[in-house]
């Protein structure tokens, strides 16, 4: 062997254990490390196994069960209930143009003639105002503008805004009584002709008390008709609420005794009822609505009987509106479609004829477009028009 091979031979023999002892530490080193962060110390305590018994059973992935998670229905958000008639006030105005223009130009002729009188009267007449407020209205804006002077058309709105307001009477309680009451929930009874807009009605009410920040419960107590129930369900459960239904044909009362039952139970604000509106006989429903009302109130007092007419039916909507108030015990009125008749007249002569106030108004077929009726906000859609 020559002496350089000799000498490599010698520096690898004696290198070799060296790098092979190096990697062994930084090994060793690595994983010290790596079980110091990864593996808290834990001191076995007494009962503890040192390791998992061989008898323990170990799950399988097929074993576990995945949870199922409900999927989350989307409800509308009905619009808030604050100047909801402002809102809609525009939509008003429009329909009621040629009773505020007509009036407002009458009254500000210079002379104000016998025929011109006439044709006030007429106006407010075609506006279903009815004779007698028509007259008690005529006759107030004579002295007025006899002795106050007419003429100027500022003059002639401002008198006719007041005479107007007095007409429509500002002074009615107007609020609806559909809270908690001792412990119990507020019911609300709907009644009226059938196609007047009753369910759509009590599908709105329900969004106006939710946008209120009640909680609401609907009785399809209208068991003549599936559809009425269905159409009722439908309006719930866009906003995300029960409605306690019953057998096609059967018996109303026991429908809504079980709404509002089940409303108690759940502790809710308030149970709207919808009930049938088929206009067969006075005693039929004489009969039918004094029986509901007579089985709720073994659970709780109905705290608001609403009766909805239709405003384009004009006097006609009048004589059924007092077939049901004598039978139920109406405390307000609610008047739709007034976005589809120039007769807003029909405020004044229902609240004379039955002598409760308008308390909501239906302005359109959208589904927030019902309002708290407001005496002032009326009168000044109608002078906006003109
Ligand atoms: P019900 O038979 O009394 O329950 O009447 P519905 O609630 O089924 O309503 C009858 C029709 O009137 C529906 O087409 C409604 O959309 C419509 N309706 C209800 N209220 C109003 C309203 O304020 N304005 C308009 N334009 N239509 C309305």
């Given at each position: 062997m020559d002496p350089v091979t000799l000498a490599i031979l010698v520096a690898v023999v004696i290198t070799l254990p060296l790098v092979a002892g190096l990697i062994a530490l930084v090994t060793v080193r690595r994983r010290r490390n790596r079980s110091s962060t990864l593996l808290q110390p834990a001191e076995p305590r007494v009962?503890?196994?040192?390791?998992?018994?061989?008898?323990t059973a170990t799950g399988t992935v097929e074993e576990v069960e995945l949870p199922t998670l409900p999927r989350q229905p989307t409800y509308e958000t009905p619009a808030p209930v604050l100047g909801r008639l402002t809102r809609l006030r525009a939509r008003l105005a429009r329909s009621q143009s040629s009773l505020g223009r007509g009036l407002l130009a009458l009254l500000s002729r210079e002379q104000l003639d016998d025929d011109a009188w006439e044709e006030v009267e007429d106006t407010l007449l075609a506006a279903d105002l009815g004779v007698a407020p028509t007259q008690e209205l005529v006759s107030r804006l004579r002295a007025r503008l006899r002795i106050e002077g007419g003429g100027s058309p500022e003059r002639a709105r401002t008198v006719l805004r007041e005479e107007l307001l007095a007409t429509v009477d500002?002074?009615?309680?107007?609020?609806?009584?559909?809270r908690r009451h001792e412990g119990k929930p507020g019911v609300v009874l709907v009644v009226g002709?059938?196609?007047?807009g009753k369910t759509t009605t009590v599908g709105r009410l329900a969004r106006m008390l939710l946008a209120d920040g009640g909680s609401v419960l609907l009785g399809?107590?209208?068991?003549?008709?599936a559809a009425a129930a269905d159409q009722l369900q439908t309006w719930g459960e866009r906003v995300g609420v029960d409605t306690v239904r019953g057998p096609e044909g059967g018996d109303p009362a026991s429908v809504a005794f079980e709404a509002v039952r089940e409303g108690a139970e759940r502790e809710v604000d308030t149970v709207l009822v919808d009930t049938a509106g088929r206009l067969h006989t006075k005693t039929g429903l004489m009969d039918e609505l004094g029986k509901v009302k007579r089985v709720i109130e073994k659970q709780a007092p109905v705290t608001e009987v609403l009766l909805v007419i239709?405003?384009?039916?004009?006097q006609n909507g009048l004589v059924q509106a007092r077939v049901f108030a004598e039978v139920v015990h109406v405390t307000g009125i609610v008047l739709t479609k007034?976005?589809?008749?120039?007769?807003?007249g029909i405020v004044v002569a229902v609240q004379r004829e039955l002598?409760?106030?308008?308390?909501l108004v239906g302005?359109?077929?959208?589904?927030?477009?019902l309002a708290a009726f407001d005496a002032e906000d009326f009168v000044d859609a109608l002078l906006d028009a003109a």
């Open positions: 009962g503890d196994d040192a390791e998992v018994p061989r008898d500002p002074t009615m309680d107007r609020t609806l009584a559909v002709v059938n196609g007047t399809a107590a209208d068991t003549f008709r239709d405003a384009t039916t004009g007034l976005d589809g008749t120039a007769k807003g002598g409760v106030p308008v308390k302005l359109g077929e959208g589904a927030d477009d």
